[in-house]
């Protein structure tokens, strides 16, 4: 994923209707987003949002959550936050920034109808994703996680990075806390030859193409490939696909910007959360029809505050164990 420009079409319209004596059009008020969702979930949103609040703009910046967060150090070393939003990829990520008292201390009200396992009273989850198992045609469907350390799978299975993928440290943590799994689970996957590759992205290739035969992925992106004809199946093994939620939050210096606010309310929305499904993300308001999840597909969660007090830990005993 590469950093995108911040859109500076508002701009150079506003510059048009001055230089052509355009003072009695109605002004714009604008604002920025900072956020590394992708860009196929996130443009549709903006373009429903101005489209419904025609004097609002809301430009964007978006890179993958390593280039965001040196963003947004940058931005404090020189003077100040410049985003008025920010919708981060997971809750350690946007935690950090509450924790810096960068964004937070107010959710829409509409947040309300957002299940609790994914708000706080400074942030509100807006998206999720799913860690789930994809394999190739003709391999058994693993039946739990620990069947992808079958010898069957040896040299076979890809996991992505969580130095690198929020949703890979996620489901590290989830996994270094879960019965019968713990950090033994990435030891039994590198003792049967499991790959590590960057990104669940690089998982769904990777099997798509043959080069392996299972590994941990995000459901929606799988199930794309899978409807755009890769020899490949999804699986929700036991004890379930790991959820891992992407929250939006106010900028603290934007507490009183009625356009940040706006926004915030319509991804909460019905109507923005739709947007959101339609463009193939799962939305975190219950009733929203989207991509597809099983009727009995088995759901975790992570434990998040515990997964950002041990961060630390967990990615050095990680890193130990794949690379020595």
Not at 247 to 266: E, G, K, N
Request: negative net charge; glycine residues 10%.
């Amino acid at each position: 994923m590469s950093t995108l420009p911040i859109r500076t079409a508002g701009y150079l319209l506003a510059l048009s209707l001055l230089s052509c004596g355009g003072e009695d059009e109605a002004s714009t008020d604008s604002i920025t987003l900072y956020t590394c969702i992708s860009d196929t979930t996130v443009q549709p949103m903006l373009e429903e949002f101005e489209q419904a609040n025609p004097d609002s703009e809301v430009e964007l910046f978006r890179a993958p959550t390593g280039e965001l967060n040196a963003r947004v150090a940058g931005d404090v070393r020189s003077g100040g936050l410049r985003a008025d939003v920010i919708w981060g990829c997971d809750p350690l990520t946007v935690q950090a920034y509450v924790d810096q008292d960068l964004v937070g201390g107010w959710i829409p009200d509409n947040a309300s109808a957002v299940p609790e396992e994914f708000r706080t009273a400074d942030y509100v989850g807006a998206q999720v994703l799913y860690m789930v198992v994809v394999h190739r045609d003709g391999v058994d469907a693993p039946q739990t996680w620990a069947d992808l350390t079958d010898p069957e799978l040896a040299g076979a299975t890809a996991v992505p990075d969580p130095t690198f993928a929020a949703s890979a440290l996620g489901t590290l943590g989830y996994f270094a806390d879960a019965d019968g799994y713990g950090l033994d689970f990435y030891a039994d996957l590198e003792g049967n030859g499991a790959v590590q590759v960057s990104s669940p992205t690089d998982v769904t290739v990777g099997v798509a193409q043959g080069v392996y035969e299972a590994g941990m992925t995000i459901a929606n992106e799988a199930y794309l490939a899978e409807e755009d004809g890769s020899p490949i199946n999804v699986t929700w093994p036991e004890p379930g696909g790991i959820a891992i939620h992407g929250p939006i939050a106010l900028a603290r210096h934007s507490a009183d910007s009625a356009v940040a606010q706006d926004f915030l309310t319509y991804v909460v929305s019905e109507q923005g959360q739709q947007t959101l499904a339609d463009a193939g993300s799962y939305s975190t308001l219950p009733g929203v029809s989207g991509p597809t999840i099983p009727p009995d597909a088995p759901i975790v969660l992570p434990d998040w505050p515990a997964i950002a007090e041990d961060t630390d830990e967990l990615l050095s005993s990680y890193q130990e164990i794949f690379a020595g």
